[in-house]
């Protein structure tokens, strides 16, 4: 359906495991491969003085049995510089491991960020804020700790492991075959425990989602949950999303529980079935107690570094279940675009025409039907109707927030497909009933009308929005900080500081979508005034449920399920006694 877009869904059946990481390598980790090879050098180093240890012990009882002085006064020194190699390569490649993943992450963050801003409305309104911002947080988290224990683990623990048995094969090639044939019997089951971890981690990451969706939304509207005392209600959807949460992370550490008994008790067989072995040599004559010493200390030391093997397949299918949706935001298609062949529009404060137009969101019913009207160039057209009617949906289109499924947008006889969307966007304002007020100074919120502009710009645009009283009110003036979403500043004084960003935007096209709603008398003048001030001389289209705001436009288009049911000035649909008038004298007997 044209104009629409899938939501994005993480618990579609997630792609295999390895065509993820390459991907995640071409997009993100080749870029710091130089550290990624230095933290490997130290890698080598760490797993090279590691393996260093059973030999020493080996010497050592050699040294002890044959009682050489040299040997002996020597050995120590050599373990210390064994250890102050250890040392010095493990923090090496930490650092170097650390400042790589980081800086991985941040460029995930940033390219999510950046792919989230440019995405269809459809497919951002998918999912709460929230819900979105968990995505940065705790998704990005599992995919950063994967990715560092993939070198610290995967790669140095593993280096580490194969030194030790290049060391164990050294100085007993048999026994080390012994060891080694237990290996295999732990990877089936360790696998696919990782498996089913993954799956659980999937879950238990949309469940996380959907638990921050549900505190953000508690304590946003805690003036309302009071009011209503909402508390018990909220607290039990609370209650059930928690124990939701904490039967899914159970399931996570049982899964991730059963490793560590699993390589226990493989490294037990391993060390009982080599005991057993040498015990036999040592009788027979055919090895010696300190040849054991040194092979047993190997495969003593290799048993934590294999431990950490273990879980390791836990903690990266826990990455890559965060890493699948991680893409699934990346590739989320996105549709209103810039067409083949779009050149940069032309109109000013020109006729908006709605052509045929007929729109629906995804498989849900049509929202508009063969809707079709003008605004005139120069004009106030007020679109008017019941809740649901249709009104935000044409304004949507306008400036082509969606594309629709039929039907054109015309401005100025140019048809807004075969524009470009910077340009288009450029010529259009929007002042709506939710003001949108960054948490940034005042100043930076009225520039953001028009980046760049001066200082007296600003200033110039504010007065006429009648905010810059108010605004100088304060010490800091324009340097003052509005606060979270406005909070700083009143409703009518939010809704003022909008109108001034409009002002310095200086857009032909203007859309008000209930621009004085849940305003108070004194604001509401102050408001009108201004807006009165920013429609002259522009193409102005406004929605609103208040018809004594709309009487004065030049038309006044009536919607009603979709579809235009009047068009005509308010004097004329009232003489008309259609849906327009019922409108006019219900608000007429409320008031």
Known sequence: MKGTAPAVSASAVPPRNWPLAVRLWNDHIREHR???????????????????????????????????????????????????????????????TQQAV???????????????????LTSITAHTPAAWTQRFTTDLVFVRSALTRLVNILVREGLTVVALFATMFYLDWMLTLIAVTIVPFALIPVSRIGKRLRRVSRRTQERTGDMASLTSETFSAARVVKTYRLEDYLSEQADNSFEMLKRLRYKSMIQKGRVDPLMECVGGVAVALVLGFVGWRIMSGQSTVGEFSGFLGALLIAAQPMRALGNLATIVQEGFAALHRYYAVIDEPVTVTDHPGAKPASFGADTVSIESVSFSYGDSAPALFDVSFEAQAGETTAIVGRSGAGKSTVFNLIPRLYDPSSGRVVIGGEDIA?????????????????????????????ALGRPGATATEIEDAARLAGAHDFIMRDPLGYDAPAGDRGSNYSGGE??????????????????????TSALDAESEQIVREALARLTRGRTTLVIAHRLATVRAAEKIVVLDGGRVAEIGTHDALVAAGGLYARFHRLQLQAD
């Open 34 to 96: 130089s550290k990624i090879l230095l933290s490997l050098v130290a890698v080598a180093f760490v797993a090279a003085s590691t393996s260093l240890y059973p030999v020493l012990i080996n010497w050592a009882f050699q040294a002890l049995s044959e009682r050489s002085s040299w040997a002996i006064s020597t050995l120590p020194w050599l373990v210390l510089v064994a250890a102050g190699v250890r040392g010095m390569a493990t923090y090496a490649q930490v650092a170097l």
């Open 494 to 515: 939010r809704q003022r500081i909008a109108l001034a960003r409009a002002f310095l935007k200086d857009a032909p096209i203007l859309l008000l979508d209930e621009a």
């Open 418 to 446: 075969g524009v470009t969307l910077a340009s288009l966007r450029e010529r259009i304002a929007i002042v709506s009933q939710d003001v949108v007020i960054f948490n940034d100074t005042v100043g930076a919120n009225i």
């Open 102 to 120: 980081t800086q991985i992450e941040a460029d995930m963050q940033k390219r999510l960020y950046r792919t989230l801003v440019e995405a269809d």
